[in-house]
């Protein structure tokens, strides 16, 4: 019997958990959204929880946010903003600089992520 996907997706932090043991209580998740780097634009998020077991239960519920209707990514992203003791979201744009052969790619900030339009800036 294969497992539920929906279920394989749920995140239960063994990854941060094990680094927590270790006395790392500082670690950032970090996720991004787009088209990737060649097509750009790309949303970029990280979050840091506290560095506590407990905070498993507090967040259980969230899944990839493919798989959550517009309000539980609305509620979801309201309480990993309130459970988190950092989190940053950032838009980028690839942007060409100069022309013909000389011509080069940079990045720039592009203001809010129209794809986690739920998250406050920092």
Same mark, same amino acid.
């Given at each position: 019997m294969t497992a539920d996907p929906i279920h394989k997706?749920? &995140?239960?932090l063994s990854f941060e958990i094990a680094l927590w043991d270790q006395g790392i209580d500082r670690v950032a998740g970090v996720d991004e959204a787009g088209r990737g780097a060649l097509a750009g634009p790309v949303c970029s998020a990280v979050v840091i929880l506290p560095a506590d077991a407990s905070v498993v239960s507090q967040l259980d519920g969230v899944r990839d946010s493919k798989m959550?209707? &517009?309000s539980q990514r609305t509620y979801w992203a309201e309480v990993i903003q309130d459970v988190a003791i950092g989190f940053?979201?950032?838009l980028l744009?690839?942007?060409?600089?100069g022309s013909g052969s000389s011509g080069r790619h940079s990045w720039q900030p592009s203001g809010r992520c129209s794809s986690c339009p739920n998250f406050r800036t920092t």
């Amino acid at each position: 019997m294969t497992a539920d996907p929906i279920h394989k997706l749920k &995140p239960d932090l063994s990854f941060e958990i094990a680094l927590w043991d270790q006395g790392i209580d500082r670690v950032a998740g970090v996720d991004e959204a787009g088209r990737g780097a060649l097509a750009g634009p790309v949303c970029s998020a990280v979050v840091i929880l506290p560095a506590d077991a407990s905070v498993v239960s507090q967040l259980d519920g969230v899944r990839d946010s493919k798989m959550m209707t &517009p309000s539980q990514r609305t509620y979801w992203a309201e309480v990993i903003q309130d459970v988190a003791i950092g989190f940053g979201v950032s838009l980028l744009r690839r942007r060409l600089t100069g022309s013909g052969s000389s011509g080069r790619h940079s990045w720039q900030p592009s203001g809010r992520c129209s794809s986690c339009p739920n998250f406050r800036t920092t």
